[in-house]
T-cell receptor
Framework: DGGITQSPKYLFRKEGQNVTLSCEQN?????MYWYRQDPGQGLRLIYY???????QKGDIAEGYSVSREKKESFPLTVTSAQKNPTAFYLC?????????????FGPGTRLTVT | DAKTTQPPSMDCAEGRAANLPCNHS???????VYWYRQIHSQGPQYIIH???NNETNEMASLIITEDRKSSTLILPHATLRDTAVYYC?????????????FGGGTRVLVKP
């Protein structure tokens, strides 16, 4: 089945540690995105990438880093500089070549930092 | 991107139509209306989108007013599985980076 995989579903870390969240897609989409969602809130864009080896900051990029070495993979690192890292993280992908420009989302990773 | 306004919550009876309103009075001529929904603790799911004509697919119908300042998402026969937060998003078809800006959405509770 085609789709987006995020792992793990739940992740626990101690404060001060960097942590990397995985996102893989087999939809052959060019563009990939990372969003953060806090309880009761909408999604906020962290980083996005329109093509391999290129990415741009979203609205809340501070304390996060990404890489896009392969078309199918877009890992997100939550660094110790992120002041409030506990959140629900969602990865998405899209194919800008299609008419609808809809985004497909993964199941999310719930990160808890204590 | 144009700002959207949605009611924070609404209830709907199972089997009845659910009509979800969205105001986007500052929408520009090249901006589309998109609807996504998010079931609890899952990733958002695309529902439908439109520019100015009414649209229908297997999930829902989208009614856009003639002046395009508001729209309504219609779930024709709501089921308990339709309980979710529904997001109305307005953006150009070719927005830089194809970004989506999610607001607070409408929390829809379908009751038996």
């Amino acid at each position: 089945d085609g789709g987006i995989t995020q792992s793990p579903k739940y992740l626990f870390r101690k404060e001060g540690q960097n942590v990397t969240l995985s996102c893989e897609q087999n939809l052959n989409h060019d563009a990939m995105y990372w969003y953060r969602q806090d309880p009761g809130q909408g999604l906020r864009l962290i980083y996005y990438s329109q093509i391999v080896n290129d990415f741009q900051k979203g609205d809340i990029a501070e304390g996060y880093s990404v890489s896009r070495e392969k078309k199918e993979s877009f890992p997100l690192t939550v660094t110790s500089a992120q002041k409030n890292p506990t959140a629900f993280y969602l990865c998405a992908s899209s194919n800008p070549g299609t008419l609808s420009y809809e985004q497909y989302f993964g199941p999310g990773t719930r990160l808890t930092v204590t | 991107d144009a700002k959207t306004t949605q009611p924070p919550s609404m209830d709907c009876a199972e089997g009845r139509a659910a009509n979800l309103p969205c105001n986007h009075s500052t929408i520009s001529g090249n901006e589309y209306v998109y609807w996504y929904r998010q079931i609890h603790s899952q990733g958002p799911q695309y529902i439908i989108h439109g520019l100015k004509n009414n649209e229908t697919n297997e999930m829902a119908s989208l009614i856009i007013t003639e002046d395009r300042k508001s729209s309504t998402l219609i779930l024709p026969h709501a089921t308990l599985r339709d309980t979710a937060v529904y997001y109305c998003i307005v953006r150009p078809a070719k927005a830089a980076g194809n970004k989506l800006t999610f607001g607070g959405g409408t929390r829809v509770l379908v009751k038996p």
